[in-house]
């Protein structure tokens, strides 16, 4: 069964820093896009940021950009988002995504991502 487990979601003052993790198992995602969305009450869950299947090449969405940075984890099975300068419209479930496109590049549709986390909440207090 293929799983993505998301961890390191939290409550945190604004301006604070979260570091969230995102395993993967019963498949490899080395060679697999990763991705990070997101979805805050009452909205659409909207794209954070993208790893391309070598770590080499990552974008993020204009709200993030700066503040949030997209890692892979040495087996590369793991992905991480480091969190910085919180700000309350940050607040939303986290969601880590693996993408189905071997040796892809960076997607930004939810549609482009095969595998989901079940989503980790961040609230950044005010």
């Known amino acids: 069964q293929v799983q993505l487990v998301e961890s390191g979601g939290g409550l945190v003052q604004t301006g604070g820093s979260l570091r969230l993790s995102c395993a993967g198992s019963?498949?490899?995602?080395?060679?697999?896009?990763m991705g990070w969305f997101r979805q805050a009450p009452g909205k659409e869950r909207e794209f954070v940021a993208a790893?391309?299947?070598?770590?080499?090449?990552?974008d993020y969405a204009d709200s993030v950009k700066g503040r949030f940075t997209i890692s892979r984890g040495n087996g590369k099975n793991t992905v991480y988002l480091q969190m910085n300068s919180l700000k309350p419209e940050d607040t939303a479930v986290y969601y880590c995504?693996?993408?189905?496109?071997?040796?892809?590049?960076?997607?930004?549709?939810?549609?482009?991502?095969?595998?989901w986390g079940q989503g980790t909440q961040v609230t950044v207090s005010s």
């Open positions: 995504a693996g993408s189905g496109l071997r040796y892809g590049t960076l997607y930004y549709r939810a549609d482009d991502y095969r595998y």
């Open positions: 790893i391309s299947w070598s770590g080499g090449r990552t």
């Open positions: 019963g498949r490899t995602f080395t060679d697999y896009p």
